[in-house]
T-cell receptor, first 115, second 112 residues
Framework: DSGVTQTPKHLITATGQRVTLRCSPRSGDLSVYWYQQSLDQGLQFLIQ???????AKGNILERFSAQQFPDLHSELNLSSLELGDSALYFC??????????????FGEGSRLTVL | DQQVKQNSPSLSVQEGRISILNCDYTNSMFDYFLWYKKYPAEGPTFLIS?????DKNEDGRFTVFLNKSAKHLSLHIVPSQPGDSAVYFC???????????FGKGTKLSVIP
């Protein structure tokens, strides 16, 4: 158990819809990362938050947005969903401050299926 | 542009033998490299890492080798055990960032 909790574990929705994925980081971790793993792909970095502020952005689509709340949990919002958005979405957390060993602790992922 | 490449999608090894997983990178700004292991229905878990100032790091049955001039690293598992069967991801980072760039993974199957 990594200590990172993601909900929901599975989500099936239709094209054009909007979903929210939730992540609770390990206790004490200030950084939260979102990664996307599509079929036969490695994990693609989407976005990082540190203590409530956006710290780094990867290849995140404009239809996607995220935020980190004062209690440090994070939400990833995916809107106007397309079939290609079907993927595993992982949240990870790490201790502060950024710039340490690079070890991330991953949740079990949220599997999104867009029909 | 894939900055971290794992060219072998899969690898099968007999129990007790050595497993060697390879990874190549293109970004010379990377200075820290990690291996993650992932079982089905679980998130990736950290396995071992190496800084660019070293060429080898060992942790029990796991050893990571780094060849900076070739921009290549490898993970050796000796002896391989059936419980090692998983997908192994190579990842890299640099400049004090936690932002990891992952390869596509290699699925290791250790045959009893």
């Amino acid at each position: 158990d990594s200590g990172v909790t993601q909900t929901p574990k599975h989500l099936i929705t239709a094209t054009g819809q909007r979903v929210t994925l939730r992540c609770s980081p390990r206790s004490g971790d200030l950084s939260v990362y979102w990664y996307q793993q599509s079929l036969d792909q490695g994990l693609q970095f989407l976005i990082q938050y540190y203590n409530g502020e956006e710290r780094a952005k990867g290849n995140i689509l404009e239809r996607f947005s995220a935020q980190q709340f004062p209690d440090l949990h994070s939400e990833l919002n995916l809107s106007s969903l397309e079939l290609g958005d079907s993927a595993l979405y992982f949240c990870a957390s790490s201790g502060s401050p950024p710039g340490g060993t690079g070890e991330l602790f991953f949740g079990e992922g949220s599997r999104l299926t867009v029909l | 542009d894939q900055q971290v490449k794992q060219n072998s999608p899969s690898l099968s090894v007999q129990e007790g033998r050595i497993s060697i997983l390879n990874c190549d990178y293109t970004n010379s700004m990377f200075d820290y490299f990690l291996w993650y292991k992932k079982y089905p229905a679980e998130g990736p878990t950290f396995l071992i890492s190496i800084s660019s100032i070293k060429d080898k790091n060992e942790d029990g049955r796991f050893t990571v080798f780094l060849n900076k001039s070739a921009k290549h690293l490898s993970l050796h598992i000796v002896p391989s055990q059936p419980g090692d069967s998983a997908v192994y991801f190579c990842a890299a980072t640099g400049a004090g960032s936690y932002q990891l760039t992952f390869g596509k993974g290699t699925k290791l199957s250790v045959i009893p």
